[in-house]
Nanobody, 121 residues
Framework: QVHLVESGGGLVQAGGSLRLSCAASGSIFGINAMGWYRQAAGKQRELVARIISGDNTNYADSVKGRFTISRDNAKNTVYLQMNSLKPDDTAVYYC???????????????WGQGTLVTVSS
């Protein structure tokens, strides 16, 4: 089983920055992709950014140019640097990891518990 620990959420004024982190631990053979999703009140969960390798990333149009996703393979950790934050970025942000488990090498995915980001105007 895989355990994801997220950190870095909080309250920030519009135009400010935050950095989210998500560390994966447990029965992991390898990690394919890591990503961040978000869910605002009354809305569906949506992809924010996803990374397979250093230059293989994709972003939601709404965050392109403002958010940067990166990963540290040695630490099984994914980061989301969020700059120029807007009130519309307010949501619970969830980490997602696509991995293969160490015992059966099955393709699985795991979700973090979520971290709240609130951007005030």
């Amino acid at each position: 089983q895989v355990h994801l620990v997220e950190s870095g959420g909080g309250l920030v004024q519009a135009g400010g920055s935050l950095r989210l982190s998500c560390a994966a631990s447990g029965s992991i053979f390898g990690i394919n992709a890591m990503g961040w999703y978000r869910q605002a009140a009354g809305k569906q969960r949506e992809l924010v950014a996803r990374i397979i390798s250093g230059d293989n990333t994709n972003y939601a149009d709404s965050v392109k140019g403002r958010f940067t996703i990166s990963r540290d393979n040695a630490k099984n950790t994914v980061y989301l640097q969020m700059n120029s934050l807007k009130p519309d970025d307010t949501a619970v942000y969830y980490c997602n990891v696509d991995y293969s488990d160490a015992v059966y090498r099955r393709a699985l995915d795991a979700w973090g518990q979520g971290t709240l980001v609130t951007v005030s105007s």
